[in-house]
């Protein structure tokens, strides 16, 4: 994968009153105690929202819920102006693509079989769409794998994994983006690539213009603030701050969201934020 020339980021869509998400009074969890409640959220369209927070803050739980893997337990999540509930399964994964944190490897399976298998929403009950072919090599090429196309994903090192499942998640072709830590086991330099890929994307043929909907996970703050159009910080259930990154992280967000002191410094080049925590000082006897 190859960044491009200038680190300045490519300009923002601008945001629309039809959001790509619309969540209201959404309750989620896995048990009896709620780990989101009462959420209302927008997420806008044709841009990238990065989801930061705390370990356990719901991050994730939000995000398995706009990718319909968990249904919430009350409120309503809207996809484009309809009821997530009433979208069919395979209409939905030819316009939503998601990638957990953690997924698991299928045994003997190449990588370009993978891949492949991100082409099934699109596919009859006859056989393979004719652009199948073309979209699991250009998924191929923008991920740097076409050497790897033949390799068996679980023979792969975690960094080549995960641009795999990357490349499978490019093939499904759709207009929004899920992905959970989608930097897992990639060195810096790969981060940034697959950061900067999503984020300018252009929307696949058949959809219009503009650029397609991202909605990450991201731990690190730095790296948020520089892929972020829109950053949304979650603590205690709930939505802390939501906006452009230079509005959201803040010292006071910070502090409140994780706990963390420090300072917030301009990129000298990009302009965004850069978290630099303070020394958490140790007793001394």
Request: with cysteine; glycine share 10%; charged share 25%.
């Amino acid at each position: 994968m190859t960044r491009p020339s200038t680190a300045l980021r490519p300009p923002a869509d601008p945001p629309t009153a039809d959001p790509a998400f619309r969540l209201r009074g959404v309750r989620l969890g896995y048990g009896a105690d709620p780990v989101i409640d009462g959420l209302d959220l927008d997420i806008p369209r044709g841009r990238t929202t990065v989801l930061v927070g705390a370990n356990g803050c719901g991050k994730s739980t939000l995000l398995r819920a706009l990718g319909r893997q968990l249904t919430p337990g009350a409120g309503t999540i809207e996809v484009g102006g309809r009821d997530l509930a009433r979208i069919r399964p395979r209409e939905y994964a030819r316009s939503v693509a998601f990638l957990p944190q953690s997924p698991l490897v299928p045994e003997g399976l190449t990588v370009a079989e993978l891949v492949a298998r991100g082409r099934h929403p699109h596919r009859r009950w006859w056989g393979g769409g004719s652009d199948d072919e073309t979209a699991v090599a250009e998924a191929l090429a923008l991920t740097d794998t076409v050497g790897l196309a033949d390799r068996r994903v679980d023979e792969l090192s975690g960094g080549q994994r995960q641009r795999a499942w990357i490349a499978l998640v490019l093939a499904q072709a759709t207009p929004t983006l899920l992905l959970d830590e989608p930097c897992s086991f990639l060195d810096l330099a790969h981060q940034l690539d697959v950061l900067d890929l999503v984020r300018g994307l252009p929307l696949p043929a058949g959809h219009g213009a503009g650029r397609r909907t991202v909605v990450a996970v991201l731990h690190e703050l730095t790296l948020a603030a520089r892929v972020a159009d829109h950053l949304v910080a979650v603590a205690d259930g709930g939505v802390v701050a939501a906006g452009p990154p230079r509005e959201v992280i803040t010292p006071d967000t910070l502090r409140r969201v994780f706990d963390l002191e420090a300072d917030v410094l301009d990129d000298p080049v990009t302009g965004d934020p850069v978290v630099l925590p303070r020394a958490r000082r140790k007793d001394t006897a």
